[in-house]
């Protein structure tokens, strides 16, 4: 398994941009399609954005199209979030994955790996 340790929440007003990093431990980073999900109080876990291994492909859910941005370096082992004209309705943890084990776009939880999450909180 690949271990993962997202930073950069934080709280912002509305507007605001925050990045979150996800920092992956293990040789075979840049073999696994990563993800961003997120978990607002009281709702479940959902998906915000994933990329391919290589970086080609990005997938983001409609609530965040246009304003997220999903990204990699594989010679730093590093996942990135930009997240730009943040809303209060995304203030959630964020959690990190790793390992896509499903079949077709790695939108949904079928995650082999997890962080720990990184609280973002944006005030109105």
């Known amino acids: 398994q690949v271990q993962l340790v997202e930073s950069g929440g934080g709280l912002v007003q509305a507007g605001a941009s925050l990045r979150l990093s996800c920092a992956a431990s293990?040789?075979?980073?840049?073999?696994?399609?990563m993800g961003w999900f997120r978990q607002a109080p009281g709702k479940e876990r959902e998906f915000v954005a994933a990329?391919?291994?290589?970086?080609?492909?990005?997938y983001y859910a409609d609530a965040v199209k246009g304003r997220f941005t999903i990204s990699r370096d594989n010679a730093k082992n590093t996942v990135y979030l930009q997240m730009n004209s943040l809303k209060p309705e995304d203030t959630a943890v964020y959690y990190c994955?790793?390992?896509?084990?499903?079949?077709?776009?790695?939108?949904?939880?079928?995650?082999?790996?997890w962080g720990q999450g990184t609280q973002v909180t944006v005030s109105s």
């Open positions: 994955a790793a390992g896509f084990r499903g079949v077709g776009r790695p939108v949904t939880m079928d995650y082999e790996s």
């Open positions: 990329i391919s291994w290589a970086g080609v492909n990005t």
């Open positions: 293990g040789r075979t980073f840049s073999s696994y399609s």
